[in-house]
Nanobody, 114 residues
Framework: QVQLVESGGGLVQAGGSLRLSCAAS????????MGWYRQAPGKQRELVAT???????NYADSVKGRVTISRDNANHMVYLQMNSLKAEDTAVYYC????????WGQGTQVTVSS
C-alpha cells in the first residue's frame, strides 16, 4: 500500500519559514519523481516543485528563489524548505510521487498571516 504522509505545516507570519516533510512508503522511492503541489481555496491545484530520481529540480516561477526541494533516498523522505513566505503561499500542500502512476498525500495546511 502506497502512503505519502506530509508534516510540517502550520501558521507562520509573512517573511517566516517552514519546512515541509513527506514520508513515503510502498513505492520504489529512489525511482520516483517526487514533488509538492498546493491548492488554495477556490483555486486549482498547482505545481510548487519537483525533483526527479536523478536529482533534477523544477520550481514554479512564483516560488523560485524562496523554496528548495530535496530528497533523502535512504530514508524515503522529500522536503520542501520555504523561506520568505507570503500570504499568497497560504494553501494545502500535497506531496506527490510519480513513475508510471501518480500518488498523492492527504495534504498539510500552510497558513501565512500578513
Amino acid at each position: 500500500q502506497v502512503q505519502l504522509v506530509e508534516s510540517g505545516g502550520g501558521l507562520v507570519q509573512a517573511g517566516g519559514s517552514l519546512r515541509l516533510s513527506c514520508a513515503a512508503s510502498g513505492i520504489m522511492f529512489s525511482m520516483h519523481t517526487m514533488g509538492w503541489y498546493r491548492q488554495a481555496p477556490g483555486k486549482q491545484r498547482e505545481l510548487v516543485a519537483t525533483i526527479t530520481s536523478g536529482g533534477s529540480t523544477n520550481y514554479a516561477d512564483s516560488v523560485k528563489g524562496r523554496v528548495t526541494i530535496s530528497r533523502d533516498n535512504a530514508n524515503h523522505m522529500v522536503y520542501l524548505q520555504m523561506n520568505s513566505l507570503k500570504a499568497e503561499d497560504t494553501a494545502v500542500y500535497y506531496c506527490y510521487a510519480r513513475r508510471a502512476v501518480a500518488y498523492w498525500g492527504q495534504g498539510t495546511q500552510v497558513t501565512v498571516s500578513s
